[in-house]
């Protein structure tokens, strides 16, 4: 089946630390994004891809980093210069930038020890 | 600036029961795409509609319609005869036709529903 797979599905950071999240997709799709969902808000985004081997930032990328090295893969960095990093991170992608339909993973919830 | 509010932050109904929600969106775009997206407990949004601002015409999908008022910038969406399966947190959203990429998408802040048995 096509899909987005997120992994994992829940993680911990300790401080001080980085942690990567997964996001895979088989759809073939060129564009790739990242958003964060926070408690009561709608979803922000940190970053996208539009094509491989480049990417942009979104409205509140300080303290995330990406990488698309592979059309497929679009895995996001949380650094720990992110403060506030506790939140559910949606991964979506898109055929092309300029299609409005987004897939989206089941996401990741991103919790601080 | 774009701007979308859903200001039902949480709404309860019983099975079988009429529902809308409701999102009002500022733009200063004259042309621009609104959507209604589903977060089921499982986390992934699910895209249900998208409509064009030059075509105010309502539309129906099954127990499903949507109410577009460009005259009160309103895009508010309708369940009706509600299911337990309905419940989820409906987000809406609006891009700029112009925007050449989903860069230019705004969320609202989504309205939770649950449909009680």
């Known amino acids: 089946d096509g899909g987005i797979t997120q992994s994992p599905k829940y993680l911990f950071r300790k401080e001080g630390q980085n942690v990567t999240l997964s996001c895979e997709q088989n759809?073939?799709?060129?564009?790739m994004y990242w958003y964060r969902q926070d408690p009561g808000q709608g979803l922000r985004l940190i970053y996208y891809?539009?094509?491989?081997?480049?990417?942009q930032k979104g409205d509140i990328a300080e303290g995330y980093s990406v990488s698309r090295e592979k059309k497929e893969s679009f895995p996001l960095t949380v650094t720990s210069a992110q403060k506030n990093p506790t939140a559910f991170y949606l991964c979506?992608?898109?055929?092309?930038?300029?299609?409005?339909?987004?897939?989206f993973g089941s996401g990741t919830q991103l919790s601080v020890l | 600036a774009q701007k979308v509010t859903q200001a039902q932050t949480e709404i309860s109904v019983v099975e079988k029961e009429d529902v809308t929600l409701d999102c009002v969106y500022e733009?200063?775009?004259?042309?621009?795409?609104l959507f209604w997206y589903k977060q089921p407990p499982s986390g992934e949004l699910v895209f249900l509609i998208r409509?064009?601002?030059?075509?105010?015409q309502n539309e129906i999908s099954g127990r499903y319609s949507w109410n577009f008022q460009k005259s009160t910038s309103s895009f508010n969406f309708t369940i009706t005869a509600s299911q337990v399966v309905d419940s989820a947190v409906y987000f809406c959203?609006?891009?700029?036709?112009?925007?050449?990429?989903?860069?230019?998408?705004?969320f609202g802040s989504g309205t939770q529903l649950t449909v009680l048995p």
């Open positions: 979506a992608s898109s055929r092309a930038a300029t299609n409005e339909k987004l897939f």
């Open positions: 759809l073939n799709h060129d564009a």
């Open positions: 891809s539009q094509i491989v081997n480049d990417f």
């Open positions: 733009t200063r775009d004259t042309t621009y795409y």
């Open positions: 409509r064009n601002s030059f075509d105010e």
């Open positions: 959203a609006l891009r700029r036709i112009s925007s050449g990429s989903a860069r230019q998408l705004t």
